[in-house]
């Protein structure tokens, strides 16, 4: 771009300094004839000063004797002045032809001045001065017209010169505008060029550093020529590109980070709730022990207090009823065993399709005070699992009671089992996420769980079902939970309120198993 400067400023500079060259050419030769004309102009004014004065002499001829003594010192003064100007004619003439002419008219004027001196000579008058003022008077007509027609021809050439060097001024003038606009229309051009090169990348170089600070990182400029401001748009394009991709960079950072606190989370999350559980069942496994024992004591008493009342209907009755409440209460205990019993069961290859079989009919067995319906959706090509069928079918109940709970009359529980490969397994399974699992999933079309619930779904005697109810114990997701860590498993619940909830528990699947 600088060459391009340079090189405009050196162009503006060479016309000017041509237009300049020929217009003081043309001044020149215009002043040259200038002063030629004034040259001419002098010369005529000798040629009219040599008229008057003859014409002075020949008022003075006619004069008698005794006037004309009286004025010849004015004579003898003009007859001086008439050699001075004939010999000033000689300096301007070169020309033979001129010079002839001229010295015609100084013989003339000699003769002129010979009669003259007879005149001044001549004290009396007589016929012979009578005779030589006649020829003074003629010789001095003589002079007068051939000064006279000298006067003509010089008027007109100095009229012919005058006019050439008039048009010579105005084609000055002429070339002194064409020179102005050539150089105006040469700037004009050379403006809009160097605007085309400046100003143009300028404000691509402006919209681009805009698009950039609005965020729109990776916006490419057209950049075009060899220049400075192409070298300039080729830099904003490499930096512009470069911090597109540290922005990329950083978002996958971001979102690489945000995954491993999700999955921190997650597992903290986890290792709470596992520790919550642990420090539960030993306290349940405890109590569990010592309730069981007395209910043990309390069923053996009413088993022979039943023999005893046995024709009492009221008695019988009312033992009846604590029996069963005393057999209700076994149940919570087995529940609280099975929760507080945190050893390894056996573990083999399990197909968890006869599991969800086994699980869907233990609830068709289930009586229950609502209709519902279970719908079965099993991969034939599913993978093993290494696992308890027991506790397989402990956990898959657990979680199917509890979606029993919550839909309405006539609702649906879908069952689904299917193999998933390592690479589709959600965020919260990154743990497992470096090997193919089995996914078995248990979704219900019931009233769902608030956010704030579903925070503590695992929690031990937490409940959502309704206090009066007789499964609403609030432990099959606790129980459910610690048996799916027995089989190195993980659970995931997704739900909201109004819009059901899907429970998916994966299992890691056996490599070449199907």
């Not at 003439?93 to 008219?105: L, S």
């Not at 978002?251 to 903290?268: P, V």
């Amino acid at each position: 771009m600088k060459r391009h400067i340079i090189f405009a400023f050196l162009l503006v500079f060479l016309v000017y300094c041509l237009g300049s060259a020929v217009i003081i050419q043309n001044l020149l030769s215009s002043t040259a004839s200038l002063q030629t004309l004034i040259s001419l102009h002098e010369i005529e004014d000798i040629r009219q000063n040599l008229n008057l004065r003859v014409q002075k002499i020949q008022s003075f001829v006619h004069l008698s004797a005794l006037d004309f003594s009286y004025n010849l010192d004015a004579i003898v003064a003009n007859i001086d002045g008439m050699d001075h100007a004939v010999h000033g004619c000689y300096g301007c003439h070169h020309d033979a032809a001129v010079n002839k002419e001229i010295h015609y008219t100084e013989q003339l004027l000699t003769d002129y001045q010979e009669k003259l001196s007879y005149l001044i000579t001549s004290g009396r008058e007589g016929e012979w001065r009578r005779v030589n003022q006649q020829q003074a008077e003629k010789i001095a007509e003589t002079i007068t017209y051939r000064i006279q027609d000298m006067v003509n021809r010089a008027a007109a050439s100095l009229q012919r010169k005058t006019d050439m060097v008039m048009q010579q001024i105005r084609k000055t003038y002429l070339f002194m505008g064409v020179t102005l606009i050539c150089s105006l229309l040469v700037m004009g051009v050379i403006a809009r060029h160097l605007a085309k090169k400046v100003l143009t990348p300028v404000q691509q170089l402006l919209v681009a550093t805009q698009r950039l600070a609005d965020g729109d990182l990776g916006y490419i400029t057209e950049s075009q020529g060899k220049d400075e401001f192409f070298q300039l748009q080729q830099n904003f394009n490499t930096m512009s590109l470069s911090l597109a991709s540290q922005k990329k960079e950083n978002e996958s950072l971001t979102q690489a980070l945000q995954r491993k606190i999700d999955e921190l989370q997650n597992t903290k999350d986890q290792l709470v709730t596992a520790e919550k559980l642990a420090s539960l069942g030993k306290l349940a496994g405890g109590i569990s022990h010592d309730f069981n024992n007395i209910l043990c004591g309390i069923l053996g008493y009413i088993s022979l207090l039943k023999r005893q009342v046995s024709n009492d209907k009221t008695a019988t009755e009312t033992l009846k009823a604590i029996e069963n409440a005393s057999r209700h209460a076994a149940q919570l205990v087995a529940k609280l065993q099975s929760f507080a019993n945190s050893k390894e069961c056996p573990q083999h290859p399990v197909n968890l399709n006869e599991v969800v079989v086994a699980v869907q009919q233990a609830l068709g067995g289930q009586s229950c005070a609502k209709p519902f319906r279970v719908r079965l959706d099993l991969d034939d090509d599913l993978s093993m699992v290494m696992g308890d069928f027991a506790g397989l079918k402990e956990l898959l109940c657990g979680v199917c009671e509890n979606a029993v709970e919550a839909i309405s009359e006539n609702g649906c529980i879908e069952i689904k089992t299917e193999n998933i490969p390592a690479l589709t397994l959600p965020e919260a399974m990154l743990p497992m996420a470096d090997q193919p699992c089995v996914r078995v999933s248990v979704k219900d079309n019931g009233k769902g769980i608030s956010e704030g619930d579903l925070k503590k779904i695992f929690d031990p005697y937490f409940s959502t079902k309704e206090m009066c109810s007789q499964r609403g114990m609030g432990l099959g997701m606790a129980i459910a939970f610690s048996l799916v860590k027995q089989h190195n498993g993980q659970i995931c619940i997704d739900s909201k309120e109004g819009s059901g909830t899907q429970v998916d528990v994966y299992f890691p699947a056996l490599r070449g198993t199907s």
